[in-house]
């Protein structure tokens, strides 16, 4: 069974500051990583996407990938309370088929 | 409009009816996909498909049905609704390559099960 494990949170962080979000993943021959924000009641939406390791930032977004230590993170960068949501992770293992954690629930407290 | 349409957006039902959820889209996509949401186990894949010809069953496919009429349909069918079906489901569409392979997700269809 492929997994993907996520902290469910709550994260809370003061308006301006750093958001840290974290992911493991159990298949080490998945190729791509995305970052989905889902707001209360709402669909998931793509914020990120990443397959190499490093770096990929867009905006005050970063995702940084490790595939070595099958660790996959989002920083958010002067963090604000519309950042408040659930971040989820997601790894594709191939074929496309995507399998996602529970979510982070993240709370940007003004 | 929007670019992932689910229809209805809620529904409640009794055991046993049978019951389709619907999804259209206008993205283009040739790959489509169900999932459900539930509180503490994430989005789990139910069916998926990557053309008209092409179906294929996810990971909790068990009382559950699907049609793709056309590229831009693909329906949902629970052919005799258990309580245990109450969830959020989402249809999701993708290209499947390139820098844009993330998905699409429709509003989602919240259905009961009494």
């Known amino acids: 069974q492929k997994e993907v494990e996520q902290n469910s949170g709550p994260l809370s962080v003061p308006e301006g500051a750093i958001a840290s979000l974290n992911c493991t993943y159990s298949?080490?021959?998945?190729?791509?990583f995305f970052w989905y924000r889902q707001y209360s009641g709402k669909s998931p939406e793509l914020i990120m996407f990443i397959y190499s390791n490093g770096d990929k930032e867009d905006g005050r977004f970063t995702a940084q990938l490790n595939k070595a230590s099958q660790y996959v993170s989002l920083l958010i960068r002067d963090s604000q309370p519309s950042d408040s949501a659930t971040y989820l992770c997601?790894?594709?293992?191939?074929?496309?088929?995507?399998?996602f954690g529970i979510g982070t629930k993240l709370q940007v407290i003004p | 409009d929007a670019d992932v349409t689910q229809t209805p957006r809620n529904r409640i039902t009794k055991t046993g009816k049978r019951i389709m959820l619907e999804c259209s889209q206008t993205k283009g996509h040739d790959r489509m996909y169900w999932y459900r949401q539930d509180p503490g186990l994430g989005l789990r894949l139910i069916y998926y498909?990557?053309?008209?010809?092409?179906?294929n069953k996810g990971e909790i496919s068990d009382g559950y049905s699907v049609s793709r009429q056309a590229q831009a349909k693909f329906s949902l069918s629970l052919e005799s609704a258990i309580p245990n079906q109450t969830a959020l489901y989402f249809c999701?569409?993708?290209?499947?390559?390139?820098?844009?392979?993330?998905?699409?997700f429709g509003s989602g269809t919240r259905l009961t099960v009494v």
């Open positions: 997601a790894v594709d293992g191939g074929y496309q088929k995507v399998t």
């Open positions: 999701a569409t993708s290209t499947g390559t390139g820098d844009s392979q993330g998905y699409t």
């Open positions: 298949d080490r021959g998945s190729q791509s």
């Open positions: 498909s990557f053309d008209v010809k092409d179906i």
